[in-house]
């Protein structure tokens, strides 16, 4: 399985921007749906946006057109661009990776491995 550490995060008023960074270690990156979920307090983890190998996005539908996923095979990371930020984007961002292809039903119980989180907060 592989390593995942992120960076970014942060405090931010809303309609602002903030950017997440996901460093991976290990051979099998590039086979890796990578991508990002969420978690708000006293609500249950949920996904957010995924990126295949080849540069397939998913998003969900609440973030489509302000939350934008790359990723860089060569330097095993993943990003996640967050522009218009709302109050309610406020959580817990982690970092997810599974062998294969996953799309936007990709639940937390079908990561193969969790980044260490990043609090998100917007002010209204």
């Known amino acids: 399985q592989a390593q995942l550490v992120e960076s970014g995060g942060g405090l931010v008023q809303a309609g602002g921007s903030l950017r997440l960074s996901c460093t991976a270690s290990?051979?099998?990156?590039?086979?890796?749906?990578m991508g990002w979920f969420r978690q708000a307090p006293g609500k249950e983890r949920e996904f957010v946006a995924a990126s295949w190998s080849e540069g397939i996005t998913f998003y969900k539908d609440s973030v489509k057109g302000r939350f934008t996923i790359s990723r860089d095979n060569a330097k095993n990371t993943v990003t996640l661009q967050m522009n218009s930020l709302k109050p309610e984007d406020t959580a817990v961002y982690y970092c997810a990776g599974r062998s294969g292809r996953m799309g936007t039903n990709w639940a937390p119980s079908q990561v193969d491995s969790w980044g260490q989180g990043t609090q998100v907060t917007v002010s209204s």
């Open positions: 290990g051979r099998t990156f590039s086979t890796y749906t």
